[in-house]
Structure formats: C-alpha cells, structure tokens
C-alpha cells in the first residue's frame, strides 16, 4: 500500500455526500495536511475538479479544539489524527471523516458549537471580579486541589464529549458534560465558588446533571482526560443537597 483514501462526508445541510481523494502515504502525514492537500489541488480520486473541503483549524497541537470531527466514526482532533497509525490499527487504507452530527451543519466539516459556549455563559463559566484593583494575594489552594482544578481547566469546548453522549440530541435540552466539569471546578476555586447555589440551580434544571444517564461515554472520548465522570458525580450532589436545603428553607450551601 503506497497510497491511502480519505472519504470525507461533504456538503450542506440536507444534501451530503461522500467523496474520496487519494494520497500517497508519507511520514508524519495527519487528517489536516490531507485537507490541505485537497485545498491546493481540488480534484477527488475519480480524478474531476472539485470543491476544496471546508473544516476549521487553528492551534494545530490539540489545544483549541476547533479541528473536531468523527474520524473513523470516532470523536476526535483531526490535528492528532496521523494516518499512518491509524491505517496500521484498522488495517484499511480507506480513512473516513464527517461532521459531528450534535451540532449544526455549516458546510462540509463545519459545524456551529455556539451552543457550547452558550452554556458556558449559564453556568457563570468564570473567577467574578468586582474591581481591578490591589487585593493582595487570593486564598492558598492545596496541592491536591490545585491538580483537580487542572485536570478540570483542560477542557478546550471541543464538543467530543457531547457528541458521544446519547443524552445529548434534539429532543433533550441536555447541556452535555462539559459545563458540567466547569461548575466542579468553579465549586472548589476558592473566589468563584460565591456563584457556586446560582450554578448549582441552572444544574437543577432540565439542562443540568438529572438529564445524565451514566453511559460513562463521554469520558472515554474526551482527549484532555477531564475527569467528567467525578465532576457529574460531585456536582449531582452539589444538586441534591441544595435541593433539600431549598425544601427546609434552609440559609444558602456553600461547598
Ligand atoms: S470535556 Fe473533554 S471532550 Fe468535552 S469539551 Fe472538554 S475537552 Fe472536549
Ligand atoms: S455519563 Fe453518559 S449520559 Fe452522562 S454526560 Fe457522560 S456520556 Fe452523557
Ligand atoms: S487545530 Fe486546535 S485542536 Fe486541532
């Protein structure tokens, strides 16, 4: 085998289709030099001109998350994705990518994750400042809690987490995982945790953690490691504590 196939699954919404192009296999090749290889010199492997692809990069070292994309039907960077190891672990030199299918469709390997970024936004995603000024030092954060947090700040709103999550679909108003990794973090910063009852009361919704049904998929596509899993089962607590400091009147929890 000298050369590989990418079949990418192209189009607009409501008219997509598969196209292949071939390439010869060299060392170090991945997902996007192949695009941009297309992009130069748009012609499919039935040899007609073509279209360049449409998909979206930017950091090229899996940080942004804006590459994302089923590849081989799997949730991941098209960055990362090197074709020779994935040729050699499937055996095929036929390579698959499309669009992630929870969001909209823009074109081609486009697809619009606003959403994602508009749940952050409910769930107070962020440190509240109330002024710029010298303050001195924050609280001191333990060790232990400081690696928690990180693990936590991995998270690039890549969107793998959602697509590979059932509970996330139309008829769901599921916010998906991520935002909920961000109110665990949120929850043990020791300045953002003010906010910490009106992000557990958008988590009490029908978006919130309930709408979680513990498939456990999510973790295993995320590429940052992000301990969702923990975070889903910590922050369900968060929610049922509130939820019966609510039912007796209870002062405000804070965690
Ligand atoms: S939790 Fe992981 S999979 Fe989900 S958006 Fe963040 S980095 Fe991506
Ligand atoms: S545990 Fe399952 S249902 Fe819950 S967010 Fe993860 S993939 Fe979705
Ligand atoms: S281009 Fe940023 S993660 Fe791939």
Known sequence: M???ILKVFRGMPGKQYWEEFQFKRRFGAN????????????????GEATTPVAWESNCLEEVCGSCSMLI??????????????IIEKTGSE??????????????DLVVDRTVMFENLKKVQAWVEVD?????????????????????????????????ACPQVNDHSPFMGP????????????????VKHAERIQVMQT?????????AQNCVKVCPKNVPLTDAIASVGRDTTLQAIHDLFGLPERNP
Not at 72 to 85: S, W
Not at 178 to 192: C, D, E, K, N, Y
């Open 31 to 46: 997902v996007i030099s192949a695009l941009m290889e297309i992009q130069k010199n748009p012609i499919n492997r039935l």
């Open 72 to 85: 081989n039907g799997r949730p991941r960077q098209a960055c990362t994705a090197l074709i020779e190891p």
């Open 178 to 193: 991520a935002p909920i990794g961000q109110v665990r973090l949120f929850s043990i910063h020791p300045t953002a945790r």
């Open 131 to 163: 002024s710029y000024h010298e303050e001195g030092y924050g609280p001191l954060i333990s060790p232990e809690k400081q690696e928690v947090m990180y693990s936590l700040a991995t998270c690039m709103t890549c969107g793998c987490c959602s697509e």
């Open 94 to 107: 036929i390579i698959t990518v499309a669009p992630f299918t929870k969001f909209p469709l823009v074109r």
């Open 206 to 214: 029908d978006a919130g953690v309930g709408s979680c049904g513990n």
């Open 2 to 4: 000298t050369t590989f």
